[in-house]
Nanobody, 126 residues
């Protein structure tokens, strides 16, 4: 069982930066792949970024590539999402998710992930 708690959201002006954190419980955190999703009002939850258990492989949605960076610290049971050059269209509730196995074919689907956090709000003003 894995429990996830996000933090670090807030209000920022366009062009600014935020770093989200997702703290995980459980001794087997290092064996889980982790991901960030986001959901804007009236829209479906969408994939943002994913990182494999070792941290050696990452993937990003095209909309955030070059601006966002996902990383993890297995010693601290924490995954991060560094968000730079934020745009108003990045406004959403951001969720972290975990699953033991993800693939290129499955990592963007919400159905892949067994564990979810409660979300943290990110608002980017223009």
């Amino acid at each position: 069982q894995v429990q996830l708690v996000e933090s670090g959201g807030g209000l920022v002006q366009a062009g600014g930066s935020l770093r989200l954190s997702c703290a995980a419980s459980g001794r087997t955190f290092s064996s889980y792949a982790m991901a960030w999703f986001r959901q804007a009002p009236g829209k479906e939850r969408e994939f943002v970024a994913a990182i494999r258990w070792s941290g050696g492989s990452t993937d990003y949605a095209d909309s955030v590539k070059g601006r966002f960076t996902i990383s993890r610290d297995n010693a601290k049971n924490t995954v991060y999402l560094q968000m730079n050059s934020l745009k108003p269209e990045d406004t959403a509730v951001y969720y972290c998710a975990a699953d033991r196995v993800i693939t290129i074919a499955t990592m963007t689907s919400t159905k892949t992930y067994d564990y979810w956090g409660q979300g943290t709000q990110v608002t980017v003003s223009s």
